[in-house]
């Protein structure tokens, strides 16, 4: 769970830090030739690149997501037994009494 929460934060911060920095990059002529760009060129260039590296994080971020191997994630046994217990409870309290069900749920 560590390293799935690990990997969401890492594309979520690159999600934010690329863009900016590709943005900054073309304000301050930072990129080789963005210098001989007209200012609307540079504006488009920056935002262009900027969406394309948002659109490569999240190409990423499914990719690594889909190579994570689905059998190491199985439900915690003791939420799945409190879970039947609820079911089970509800299911046999609203056989009894069924208004006084929906009344507990309203209040």
């Known amino acids: 769970m560590a390293r799935v929460i690990q990997k969401f934060f890492i594309a979520s911060m690159l999600m934010w830090i690329l863009p900016i920095a590709i943005l900054y990059g073309f304000n301050h002529n930072l990129f080789p030739g963005s210098i001989q760009l007209s200012p609307y060129s540079a504006t488009l260039w920056s935002g262009f690149l ?58």
């Open 50 to 107: 900027a969406v394309i590296s948002v659109n490569m994080v999240i190409a990423f971020y499914i990719c690594m997501a889909m190579k994570e191997p689905s059998d190491k994630h199985e439900p915690d046994p003791a939420f799945l037994a409190e879970a039947k217990a609820s079911v089970s409870q509800s299911t046999t309290s609203g056989k009894v009494d069924g208004s006084s069900q929906s009344r507990d749920k309203e209040e």
